[in-house]
């Protein structure tokens, strides 16, 4: 296994949940502790999904060349599923994925504890949840059928945006500008997985519910990325019978 594209997925997952998750914890509703509770500015939902979309960005065109981009678990067995990513790299992808997302997540957690009165666990710190933990006040039914369709079509788009035949080198803007629109609809939903790293840094140090809850946002997006899969290659592209193509530039 060649050391640089795992150092690759670290990066590109950690800058993913740094970027993504500390737009969410840092600057969504700063300043958090105006004298005006009830009124608080910041950036919102709009600029969390932005916020998403540009660390998968700018991440996928630094380092896509390196790895692939995948940045996400969901991902790298989508595209396995798609015969454009080796099986002998899945294992080792998930692992570093996943210790760049708890690593992203332990960096946040010191630079949010950096203002007085933050308090991580109360804060939610951006996991994902449903229920009682949903931003909208979702139910479990609700969360999974978002998940898993949002992660289906990431996938999809990441396939045919990186396929031989797409335009070259408008990937990265593509996949991108999908998981902007994607936490566009579902933060309201879930606080927007489709990504099981993104997920696990979080849940980690928040515990209880959120580790809780932390296997829907595994089986939902992996479920996502497998149907994603699926669907382009043996319905949009008729590659089912072709051989497996380079890794993908996704995230």
């Not at 009124?39 to 916020?51: C, D, Q, R, T, W």
């Not at 449903?130 to 990431?154: C, K, N, Q, R, W």
């Not at 788009?157 to 070259?168: C, D, M, P, Q, Y």
């Not at 500008?177 to 849940?203: E, K, W, Y």
Request: net charge negative; with cysteine; aromatic share 10%.
């Amino acid at each position: 296994m060649d050391l640089r594209k795992l150092a690759a997925e670290f990066l590109g997952t950690f800058w993913l949940v740094l970027g993504g998750c500390g737009a969410a914890v840092l600057a969504a509703q700063f300043p958090r502790y105006a004298v005006d509770f009830a009124n608080p500015s910041g950036i919102g939902f709009l600029g969390v999904s932005f916020a998403f979309g540009l660390t998968v960005l700018t991440g996928a065109y630094a380092l896509g060349h390196v790895s692939g981009g995948h940045f996400n678990p969901a991902v790298t067995i989508g595209l396995w599923t798609a015969k454009r990513h080796p099986g002998r790299d899945v294992a080792p992808y998930i692992v570093v994925q996943v210790i760049g997302g708890i690593v992203a997540a332990g960096v946040l957690a010191v630079i949010a504890d950096g203002t007085e009165g933050f308090d991580l666990k109360a804060s939610g710190f951006a996991a994902n949840g449903f229920a009682d933990h949903s931003p909208g006040g979702y139910g479990v039914g609700a969360a999974l059928v978002a998940e898993i369709v949002m992660t289906a079509v990431f996938v999809l788009v990441i396939l045919g945006a990186t396929s031989k035949r797409a335009s070259a080198g408008m990937g990265a803007l593509a996949i991108g500008l999908c998981l902007t629109l994607i936490h566009l609809v579902t933060i309201p939903v879930t606080n927007t997985s489709v990504n099981p790293a993104r997920s696990t840094g979080p849940a980690v140090f928040v515990g209880g519910w959120a580790l809780e809850q932390l296997w829907l946002f595994w089986l939902a997006p992996i479920v996502g990325g497998v149907v994603g899969a699926v669907v382009y290659r043996y319905v949009i592209s008729g590659e089912a019978s072709g051989e497996m193509e380079a890794d993908a530039q996704a995230a």
